[in-house]
């Protein structure tokens, strides 16, 4: 018991500069409030920022523009009407020259679309969060999101983790930082996420603050410097 207070205590002093940042980080999540609660913009940030991308320098500024060309404008206001696109979309390419990652995100948005009228639910935030809360990582491969080009556990982890659910994905940061703070080792990405389960669960933190944590630590941007979106 001594040693989960002082891998509590670890944390803490590890993470103590980025932890009210990552609070912010975990309360949008965990209230379906990242990008002001749209949807679309959470689907997007998730495909884009599936192709191996700086999260912070790159994906961000890209969703934000994205937002600027299509959704503030009205041309884009629900996963209808981003499912109406294609990949090659002039507009969509200025913005990020990368049909792979826009395939993603039109596919994800017509898969959950259809979920949306399938379930009879009111909205697109509907259709994501209850999309994100009854399926599993365990079955990730079976699941019709996960099924998509593109979209592999990290993302749909990610995608999980911003419709509320509190997970946490298996990219090569968190797995490198939570082995070297807190000898959390595991033979694959499945068991990781267990892993992580067991650790938020001892330490008192949330899966989502322990990732959002590590992340704005280990993100080139100014120290001290953070915006939550």
């Avoid at 912010?24 to 999540?29: A, K, Q, S």
């Avoid at 500024?61 to 499912?83: C, H, K, N, Q, T």
């Avoid at 990290?154 to 968190?174: C, E, H, N, W």
């Amino acid at each position: 018991m001594v040693g989960w207070f002082s891998m509590r205590a670890r944390f803490e002093r590890r993470f103590g500069p980025v932890l009210e940042a990552a609070r912010e980080g975990e309360r949008r999540c965990l209230r379906c409030e990242r990008w002001g609660g749209d949807p679309v913009l959470m689907v997007v940030d998730a495909a884009l920022d599936s192709i191996g991308l700086s999260y912070f320098n790159i994906v961000v500024p890209r969703v934000r523009r994205f937002y600027e060309v299509y959704v503030r404008d009205g041309r884009i206001r629900s996963f209808e009407d981003l499912a109406g696109y294609r990949p090659d979309d002039r507009g969509l390419l200025e913005i990020l020259n990368n049909r792979r990652a826009w395939g993603t995100a039109i596919q994800v948005a017509d898969t959950l679309e259809r979920m949306r009228r399938e379930r009879g639910l009111r909205s697109d935030l509907d259709a994501l969060c209850n999309w994100a809360h009854n399926t599993s990582y365990l079955e990730w491969r079976n699941d019709p999101v996960g099924q998509i080009k593109g979209v592999g556990l990290i993302t749909f982890q990610y995608l999980r983790m911003q419709a509320g659910v509190d997970t946490s994905m298996p990219d090569k940061i968190i797995k490198r930082v939570v082995e070297r703070e807190f000898g959390v080792r595991a033979p694959d990405d499945l068991s990781f996420i267990r892993e992580m389960e067991e650790l938020s669960r001892r330490i008192g933190y949330s899966q989502i603050l322990i990732c959002w944590a590590i992340w704005l630590r280990e993100s080139d941007m100014g120290r001290g410097e953070w915006e939550i979106v």
